[in-house]
T-cell receptor
Framework: TQLLEQSPQFLSIQEGENLTVYCNSSSVFSSLQWYRQEPGEGPVLLVTVVTGGEVKKLKRLTFQFGDARKDSSLHITAAQPGDTGLYLCAGDTGGGNKLTFGTGTQLKVEL | NAGVTQTPKFRILKIGQSMTLQCTQDMNHNYMYWYRQDPGMGLKLIYYSVGAGITDKGEVPNGYNVSRSTTEDFPLRLELAAPSQTSVYFC????????????FGPGTRLTVT
């Protein structure tokens, strides 16, 4: 059973545009991570959010954890071709030793 | 540090064959994981381990087996390969449980025909 749904599944935009990716669940998470995966490589951690309502910024990327800790969003400002990749959210329910990964958002940024 | 290494990078198996995917980490992490990823999709957990000698099933364990005799190594065994096991397999390790950062290997692309 997939607990984390991401939207949109695919996104193709032009360089300079803004975008938002959503990660939603009916479950409460003690923490939530965002990873980026480039073709032919494993995912790499971007950020971890822990507190409900928390906002973290990483250069042009802004991450928000929902107040109820059931959802999260990733906003990219002025997207660049280097932002192209598969974005994955992953949640820790706090009851085990593993993460649940989302369905993924494939982003392509064109010149 | 090499981080997490996986071998082989690519493999083609015939239906019914068996193979072992190797995974080694040099970060002294207790937690290790095996995932499979179908094209453009998220990761599904196959098996995981919280330390040497301890393994547990994930979301999709059928058709796979694992062992963890040392902290460094976490091999994944496929018995009687089936086309449904065509996928990219990632091994990961983590210092902390659950919400800890996971470090991934480069993946093994497996095709079963």
């Amino acid at each position: 059973t997939q607990l984390l749904e991401q939207s949109p599944q695919f996104l193709s935009i032009q360089e300079g545009e803004n975008l938002t990716v959503y990660c939603n669940s009916s479950s409460v998470f003690s923490s939530l991570q965002w990873y980026r995966q480039e073709p032919g490589e494993g995912p790499v951690l971007l950020v971890t959010v822990v507190t409900g309502g928390e906002v973290k910024k990483l250069k042009r990327l802004t991450f928000q954890f929902g107040d109820a800790r059931k959802d999260s969003s990733l906003h990219i400002t002025a997207a660049q071709p280097g932002d192209t990749g598969l974005y994955l959210c992953a949640g820790d329910t706090g009851g085990g030793n593993k993460l649940t990964f989302g369905t993924g958002t494939q982003l392509k940024v064109e010149l | 540090n090499a981080g997490v290494t996986q071998t082989p990078k690519f493999r083609i198996l015939k239906i019914g064959q068996s193979m072992t995917l190797q995974c080694t980490q040099d970060m002294n992490h207790n937690y290790m994981y095996w995932y499979r990823q179908d094209p453009g999709m998220g990761l599904k957990l196959i098996y995981y381990s919280v330390g040497a000698g301890i393994t547990d099933k994930g979301e999709v364990p059928n058709g796979y087996n694992v062992s963890r005799s040392t902290t460094e190594d976490f091999p994944l065994r496929l018995e009687l390969a089936a086309p449904s096991q065509t996928s990219v397999y990632f091994c990961a390790s983590s210092l902390l449980a659950g919400g800890g950062e996971q470090y991934f290997g480069p993946g093994t692309r497996l095709t079963v025909t």
